[in-house]
């Protein structure tokens, strides 16, 4: 079984193309460019808005040990002001690092329930392994709830990468690796989903992976769950019956999950494969994203594997329709359409809005298929519309290499570039009209 990695080192820090109704974005404006330690470093996770002011996650910088932890950070997106609400890696186990027992690298966004903020992180915890934590946005205070590889064999999971999902009170989220099953990719298992009751800490695996032979069920989640009429569904980017990724179920009181659909079942992946971001509903119809695979121009040059789609899913048939398959539009090398989607979807009044990691029309961050995009794709006509191309500005200054899916508020979307910037290491960003 493969396992694909698509990620930068922090360290180093078909259808026709036409017009979106919903918004005709065009002007891009850098709300904040991270500067690193003391400030973040690094955003690879969406924003939510709470009360006018924009919360998020930076995987790296802070004020902890060394200025690696990643923060809470806070922006008024009127004036781009930005402030680190709490640092990473503050708390450690004795006098020498040995852990972040308060947790470290949050690479997933935050959910607000009942005033407090949750997210996960991918490293740090009692166990170093990752963690949920709760935040308090009024007061600063944050609180570790639950760390990873608490069993024997990291059977309740470990390294959580997306985030969570409150349904009825209880949080759901998936973890990378752990669980009770073993694949040749993760020592410590091919993942789980679950649940974690945020009052008490008391976490429970809802399914561990790879329970099937050839792990056809799936593998290696790296993407958040949505819930739909009391199921919850969600992807893995490695396994399935054709080892390019699925498309699954769960049932949260069983703990059944069933496959809805396994990717690469078409000639040379045309439908997909490796969807590493999550799924949104849009009228009972689940809609996401493939890394690569996808009918688009594929090459050494630009994408070996495919350069990604944006598909759709009938959960009740498990039917799969490609709405758009990325590098469909070349000028020059570049994959002027954008490539490589990385990120979940938005839905803003009937139409798909969303990034990928690279493609569009600049190429000054030296990136063979360019520096990406913000894109948009109508659902009542099919059609795909780049809104911006990354890397327009000299030494990428407007951004490069956005990691997250984006937040629509009064008509501008908001989003994160991983790269680029006034330093290099990431930005805030606002597409306006």
Not at 87 to 110: H, V
Not at 339 to 363: C, F, H, K, M
Request: hydrophobic share 35%; with cysteine; aromatic share 8%.
């Amino acid at each position: 079984m493969k396992r694909l990695f698509f990620g930068l080192c922090v360290g180093a820090v078909g259808w026709a193309l036409a017009s979106s109704p919903a918004i005709a974005m065009k002007q891009e404006t850098v709300l904040h460019s991270f500067a690193g330690a003391p400030d973040g470093a690094a955003p690879r996770a969406n924003l939510i808005d709470v009360k006018g002011t924009l919360f998020s996650t930076t995987g790296a910088g802070g004020a902890g040990t060394r200025g690696y932890g990643g923060t809470v950070f806070a922006l008024d997106p009127s004036t781009g002001a930005e402030s680190v609400a709490y640092s990473f890696c503050t708390r450690k186990n004795g006098k020498k690092l040995l852990r972040c027992e308060d947790a470290q690298g949050p690479w997933a966004g935050l959910i607000k329930v009942k005033g407090q903020l949750y997210g996960t992180t991918i490293y740090g915890g009692i166990n170093d392994a990752g963690a949920v934590f709760r935040f308090n946005p009024r007061t600063g205070a944050e609180k570790l709830l639950y760390s990873f590889c608490s069993q024997w064999n990291c059977e309740d999971g470990e390294s959580p990468e997306a985030g969570l999902i409150d349904v009825n009170g209880m949080l759901y989220g998936t973890t990378e690796q752990g669980g009770g099953n073993k694949c040749s990719d993760a020592d410590t298992g091919c993942g789980t989903v679950f649940a974690l009751d945020p009052d008490t800490g008391a976490e429970k695996v809802l399914y561990s992976f790879c329970s099937q032979e050839g792990c056809t069920d799936g593998a290696i989640p790296n993407a958040g769950l949505i819930d739909l009429g009391g199921t919850l569904y969600g992807t893995t980017p490695d396994g399935g019956a054709y080892d390019g990724g699925t498309v699954f179920a769960l049932d949260p009181g069983t703990g059944a999950e069933t496959v809805l659909y396994s990717f690469c079942s078409q000639q040379n992946c045309a439908d997909g494969e490796v969807p590493v971001a999550g799924l949104i509903s849009v009228n009972g119809t689940l809609y996401g994203t493939t890394l690569s695979g996808g009918s688009g121009t594929t090459g050494t040059r630009r994408c070996p594997l495919g350069c990604g789609t944006v598909f759709a899913i009938d959960p009740g048939t498990g039917a799969e329709t490609v709405v758009h398959s990325f590098c469909s539009e070349l000028k020059g090398n570049r994959c002027a359409d954008g490539a490589t989607p990385e990120a979940s979807l938005i839905d803003v009044r009937g139409a798909l809005y969303g990034t990928t990691i690279q493609g569009g029309r600049n190429a000054g961050c030296g990136k063979t298929v360019a520096c990406g995009t913000v894109f948009s794709i109508d659902l009542n006509t099919g059609t795909e519309k780049v809104l911006y191309s990354f890397c327009r500005q000299q030494n990428c200054a407007d951004g490069d290499h956005p990691d997250a899916s984006l937040i629509e508020v009064k008509g501008t979307l908001y989003g994160t570039t991983l790269e680029g910037g006034a330093y290099g290491l990431g930005t805030v960003f606002a597409v306006t009209r």
